[in-house]
């Protein structure tokens, strides 16, 4: 339907050849664009044919002049009322046809997802239809979207998303989750360095260097603002390093208020459709950011009057389209059971009054008005689900056209993506760098000799030789002996599994964890005796002798909680073994 803003572009770009009789002289005046505007709108809600009427005078047949110019220059998707209605009076009113179906059956929703892609590459590639004209229905699209998503950027079809694409898939929407992750769980070294990387563009965040989580220590957790001032204030003291207090505590002093001061970070933190996403997101509550962010939508951006069309089938059933595809026609979907209302069920209002027609009726009406209005259909459901139940079938699918089923180790005919090509393809895929890397690897995990995929490197590596000179414990030697891979993996490449300590605070250290500390706790100690007694070159038997008491006084002032922050203040109490 054509908006009223349309109009005043459209007639200002007449041009010059178009004479008028009455209105020539009304071309270049004030205000004339929005009289012929205003005129125009009122002839076509009153559904008058200005060419039918143009013997009655020079300015009607001025008018129709301006209507004929203006219905040849519409954008693609835009008619004038008239036509609409007549359009949609003969669409209803012309006998019903059969169209040309067809029924497929897929192991999964996934794999349903695959076959409607390769159905319109093929529909493409053959000429039968152009993307305008082919349409991805189903009653409810959240068991497909997120494959679709995934798969059609593969894919790299002209496809549009009807109802839109999650918040969460796009960039913007993940910098309000991630906001949301730490006002919601708390600080901790992890969630705030996500958090502030993906906030890089934001003004109160530009002082800071692009590497500025680079001089985080990754076993610190930061779980509370305290922690992040003290290890900041430590940072501060190196010369050589910026200082990144100014930037980061008022940052992190407003995220430690936690949900109440939600709405306040997103006008400070966010900017554009990130913060229209946060504050859609607070009309439910701060309490339930997570929640609602991930079932926000955006609207696509492509354009739908040029591309395939994915969405459900309320949206698309009024702009039906000559090849549709009906996915999930399994009991479940099609047509869909209604629920009673949370707040007035049937033992207060009758359904009937408050839905006159129940989201059962909406699902077969909408099916028949996608297949009357097609050339061809396909209809397709899946064996089982995404959780491997089986599904039975829809009892709208025709019972006369029979089913196909497609393996989803099958050859397609036309595949939808490079990946879905060189699946089919293997003499060609075993070509390729990854195929051969593959094979390697599987071949040589089951060879007696010592290979790449062992972990053998070549000689004279800078970091295995660093891992190997440095002192060691009895784990890390131990692991060196009878791990070699995973002591490279460890030590040299510092590949560790995340800390318990990066995501909460523990009532009670795990036994890696104590270990560690107690190990550090050592080191620093023997290397404080060395460095004042010249512990190594004393007496063994005296060195032993005071070596196991300070080792139980180190453990002693551990299993007391007297050893706070700083290993070194252990020292004055082991320099008091030696005092005499």
């Not at 409607?116 to 590639?125: C, D, G, M, P, T």
């Not at 960039?171 to 730490?182: C, I, K, N, R, Y």
């Not at 089913?403 to 595949?415: G, K, T, Y």
Request: one cysteine or more; glycine letters at 4%.
């Amino acid at each position: 339907m054509l908006a009223q803003n349309r109009l005043p572009t459209s007639l200002v770009k007449l041009p010059n050849r178009y004479r008028f009789a009455e209105l020539e002289q009304l071309r270049e005046m004030p205000g004339a664009v929005k009289a012929i505007c205003t005129t125009l709108m009122k002839v076509w809600n009153a559904d008058v044919d200005l060419q039918a009427l143009a013997a009655r005078g020079p300015r009607i047949i001025d008018l129709a002049r301006i209507e004929a110019y203006i219905r040849d220059h519409l954008p693609g998707g835009m008619i004038l009322q008239r036509e609409l209605v007549s359009s949609a009076i003969a669409n209803f009113l012309k006998p019903k046809q059969t169209p040309k179906q067809r029924s497929v059956v897929c192991a999964t929703p996934k794999h349903e997802v695959i076959e409607s892609l390769r159905w319109a590459r093929q529909l493409i590639v053959s000429g039968r239809a152009q993307p305008h004209e082919i349409a991805v229905v189903a009653s409810a699209t959240e068991d497909w979207d997120e494959d679709f998503r995934v798969l059609v950027a593969d894919s790299q079809l002209p496809l549009h998303l009807v109802h839109g694409r999650s918040a969460t898939s796009t960039f913007l929407g993940q910098q309000a989750a991630s906001l949301a992750t730490v006002l919601l769980e708390g600080l901790s070294h992890d969630r705030v360095v996500r958090a502030l990387r993906l906030l890089h563009n934001t003004p109160k965040l530009k002082s800071l260097p692009g590497d500025w989580h680079t001089n985080l220590s990754p076993d610190a957790p930061l779980l509370k603002l305290r922690h992040w001032q003290i290890f900041l204030d430590k940072l501060a003291e190196d010369p050589e390093r910026p200082d990144f207090r100014p930037a980061l505590l008022p940052i992190l002093d407003l995220l430690s208020k936690g949900a109440p001061a939600a709405e306040q970070v997103g006008e400070e933190l966010l900017s554009g459709q990130a913060r229209a996403i946060w504050r859609r997101a607070l009309l439910d509550g701060p309490q339930a950011l997570m929640t609602t962010i991930g079932r926000l939508r955006v609207p696509d951006e492509s354009d739908p009057n040029s591309n395939i069309i994915w969405g459900p089938a309320h949206t698309v059933v009024s702009a039906p389209r000559p090849f549709t595809l009906m996915l999930g026609l399994t009991s479940r979907h099609w047509p869909r059971q209604g629920r009673e209302d949370a707040l007035l069920p049937s033992h207060i209002l009758d359904p009937a009054l408050l839905e006159p027609a129940s989201v059962t009726v909406q699902d077969r009406t909408h099916f028949a008005v996608l297949r009357n209005a097609a050339d061809e259909i396909v209809y397709s459901r899946s064996r089982r689900d995404s959780e491997g139940r089986l599904l039975g079938t829809s009892p709208l699918a025709p019972s006369e056209v029979a089913s196909e089923h497609l393996q989803r180790s099958r050859i397609p005919q036309h595949a939808f993506s490079e990946s879905d090509r060189l699946l089919a393809r293997r003499q060609e895929f075993s070509e390729t760098e990854g195929a051969k890397s593959a094979v390697s690897c599987y071949r040589n995990w089951r060879s007696p000799k010592i290979t790449a995929h062992d972990g053998l490197l070549n000689s004279g590596d800078p970091v295995i030789e660093a891992a190997i000179t440095r002192a060691h414990s009895a784990t890390s030697l131990r692991r060196m002996l009878t791990d070699p891979l995973g002591f490279v993996w460890g030590y040299a490449l510092g590949w560790k599994p995340p800390s318990p300590l990066s995501q909460e605070e523990p009532l009670a250290l795990d036994n890696p964890t104590y270990g560690t500390l107690v190990h550090e706790l050592l080191r620093e100690t023997a290397a404080s005796l060395e460095s004042r007694l010249n512990f190594a070159s004393l007496k063994t038997g005296w060195r032993d002798e005071h070596d196991i008491y300070g080792v139980w006084i180190v453990t002693s002032a551990l299993k007391a909680k007297s050893v706070v922050d700083n290993p070194k203040q252990l020292i004055p109490l082991l320099d008091s073994l030696f005092s005499e």
